[in-house]
């Protein structure tokens, strides 16, 4: 089982240390203690994961939570699974359509993940498990986030680049037709950009919407 303690501002010097274009701001985030390996046949643990063995277990931790969120009025924004200095961590997002995640809904997605990893164990390594908001830099992970913030200012990337550019900054218009019209911050053109040549989005700081559509 996990010894509980909250401690954001480690999660936010961890995000700094390892990409701080992307760090998520003013989040909740509740967190577990090491979680250690449970018994396999073979007897010794992995040394390492693959790419692809990372996003299997990525999948499966989404496929045993995502469940559990929907019925309690909460959703999944994404799970990563990672190594950062030498240690394992399983990151999962979660928020709330009104009035965003607390830290009684984190401690409560993490007491049921942690059993349910228990009992599945798919990870033959010492892992960190910490359950968090997404932060007002939002990313953006399903088809139904380009239409539901619409209005708000984003940050897009994508896989290969356009006029040069593989970023782009602006407001978003939605999504049509399986494309992500955005009208650029600089110089107001509005664009179109389908949705598989997206590598990852987000919500940017400026022009934030309030729970409700309405922006601040």
Not at 16 to 45: I, Q
Not at 173 to 202: C, F, M, Y
Request: include cysteine; proline fraction near 6%; glycine fraction near 12%.
């Amino acid at each position: 089982m996990l010894d509980e303690v909250a401690r954001p501002d480690q999660r936010i010097a961890t995000a700094l240390a390892n990409d701080s274009e992307w760090v998520p701001t003013h989040f909740l985030s509740y967190y577990g203690a090491e979680k250690a390996p449970g018994k396999r046949k073979g007897g010794a643990a992995s040394a390492g994961f693959k790419e692809p063995e990372m996003n299997r277990i990525e999948d499966l931790v989404a496929g045993l939570v995502a469940p559990m969120l929907d019925g309690n009025g909460m959703e999944l924004v994404g799970v990563e699974f990672v190594k950062e200095r030498g240690q394992y961590y399983l990151r999962v997002y979660i928020d709330k359509p009104e009035g965003g995640v607390g830290l009684d809904d984190c401690e409560k997605v993490s007491h049921f993940l942690s059993d349910e990893l228990d009992r599945v164990d798919p990870i033959p390594q010492r892992y960190y498990l910490e359950v968090a908001s997404p932060g007002l830099e939002r990313p953006l992970t399903k088809a139904a986030d380009y239409q539901r913030f619409t209005g708000s200012g984003v940050e897009v990337r994508i896989y290969a680049p356009v006029d040069g550019s593989k970023r782009f900054l602006g407001t978003l218009q939605g999504l049509e037709d399986g494309k992500v019209r955005l009208t650029l911050k600089n110089g107001g053109r509005e664009v179109s950009i389908p949705l598989d040549a997206i590598s990852r989005a987000k919500l940017t700081v400026e022009d934030l919407p309030v729970r409700g559509g309405n922006k601040r």
